[in-house]
């Protein structure tokens, strides 16, 4: 993998370089809640920029329909990216089309241009090989070079991160080799003992991790949504809570494993339960009622770990080595849900392990709940893509860069 120093080291003055960035930002209208990724790739974007480069930054945001939708516009971290440069930033209002190839032929050496959402075009995310190549192609025309830096979306066979590497040489940003650094350090020989924390709403798709974990891990503690599939497969009943009835066989299989592994898996004690899922907007206060995990009632939904397993969780992390932790304990986004998601970060912090931090809801949980960036060993960029690589799965934007 070619890195960013040995492209500059190259020479990219004068050169269109199109920096693959992730700046995939949490928004709430079009305030961005949480700027981490911009920053993560910030760097990358000066460096070049600074070496005379004309660069073209590109990212998806959110899960439009292959259509322009201005509540996905990237408008708002391109002037978040400028901010952070401390110098100005053009925008094009769309991918490939007259608005790009005006902003990018108007750039001058050391310029940046950001242009809008990727997926606002369908052949970004298209399952058809040839869809993917034709927007691609089109990419690819912005160009002369290529960096990959958007680790958030290193696990999509998508066009701007899998096809256009293949069109243009390319190169791997900072921010991807660091993530991919670390991520080794919890592949190859991990400090002992080595704690995995799992949570967040996105069950089935991290399900999958436990699997591979459950050779490495040393114990594995369960919050957030992904709790009640392993209630549920305990007997119990979770009420309305989030739940993968489809996964129930395959956690009691995992469950069944880890004794034979010696894995200790560690589940809620109790949860904060309430009637409804509460108002993120108001934040109005929930009320929520703290009950046993095996006795939550038929007729409300878990939200949060309780008091008693805030306290288990955080002895189970205060001898670990090593944690690797992904997915909010609770819906962590209102106050009254965030006490779970705050005791796992705050054992993080207290604890001499060291601890990676996973997920785009989980990193940005760690910064809104008010913790310190540097307590923690590394905050990843990329959930799905930081599970996927230590589930050891070929990861097509890193397998782009290679050759
Ligand atoms: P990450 O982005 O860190 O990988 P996810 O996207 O899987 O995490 O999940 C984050 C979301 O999970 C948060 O928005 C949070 O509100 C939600 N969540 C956490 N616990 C629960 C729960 N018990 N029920 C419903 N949603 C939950
Ligand atoms: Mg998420």
């Known amino acids: 993998m070619k890195t960013i120093d040995e492209l500059l080291a190259e020479g990219v003055a004068g050169k269109r370089v199109f920096v693959r960035a992730d700046l995939n930002v949490p928004l709430d209208g079009t305030t961005i809640t949480d700027d981490g990724r911009i920053r993560a790739v910030r760097p990358t974007v000066s460096a070049l920029a600074a070496a005379g480069a004309r660069v073209v ?62 997926r606002f075009n369908a052949g970004e995310t298209s399952k058809d090989d040839a869809e993917r190549g034709a927007f691609a192609d089109q990419l690819a025309e912005l160009a002369d070079l290529y960096v990959g830096d958007g680790f958030g979306a290193v696990h999509r066979k998508h066009a701007s991160v899998f096809d256009l590497p293949a069109r243009l040489p390319h190169a791997a940003g900072g921010l991807i080799a660091t993530e991919v650094g670390v991520l080794k350090k919890l592949t190859e020989d991990v400090a002992r003992p080595y704690a995995v924390v799992l949570g967040g709403a996105k069950v089935s798709d991290k399900l999958g991790v436990i699997d591979h974990l459950l050779e490495k891990a040393d114990r594995i503690l369960i919050g957030g949504g992904m709790a009640y599939t392993f209630l549920k497969a305990q007997g119990h009943e979770v009420g309305i809570s989030l739940l993968q009835e489809d996964q129930v066989p395959a956690v009691q299989g995992y469950l069944k494993r880890a004794v034979e592994l010696g894995v200790e898996f560690v589940l809620p004690v109790d949860v904060l339960v309430a009637h409804e899922f509460p108002d993120l907007k108001t934040k109005a206060p929930a009320h929520p009622a703290t009950v046993a995990a095996d006795a939550i009632p038929a007729d409300q939904e878990g939200l949060d770990i309780g008091p008693a397993t805030r306290e288990l969780y955080a002895a189970k992390l205060a001898d670990a080595a090593t944690v690797f932790w992904n997915g909010p304990m609770g ?70 860069l290679e050759d």
Do not use: C, M, W
């Not at 945001?61 to 930033?89: C, I, N, Q």
């Not at 959930?383 to 230590?390: D, I, R, T």
């Open 57 to 118: 930054v590109a990212s998806h945001l959110g899960r439009p329909k292959g259509a322009p939708d201005p509540a996905f516009s990237l408008a708002p971290a391109a002037a978040r990216l400028g901010e952070l440069l401390g110098s100005e930033v053009a925008f094009a209002t769309d991918t490939v089309g007259e608005s790009a190839r005006a902003t990018v032929a108007a750039l001058t050496d050391g310029q940046v241009a950001v242009i809008e959402n990727l």
């Open 331 to 400: 819906v962590f986004e209102h106050p009254d849900y965030a006490e779970g998601t705050k005791a796992v970060a705050q054992a993080l912090v207290d604890s001499p392990a060291f601890s990676v931090v996973g997920g785009g809801d989980s990193a940005a949980a760690v910064r809104i709940l008010g913790f310190d960036e540097n307590a923690f060993g590394h905050i990843s960029t990329g959930g799905g893509a930081s599970l996927e690589y230590l589930e050891g799965k070929t990861l097509p934007g890193l397998a782009a």
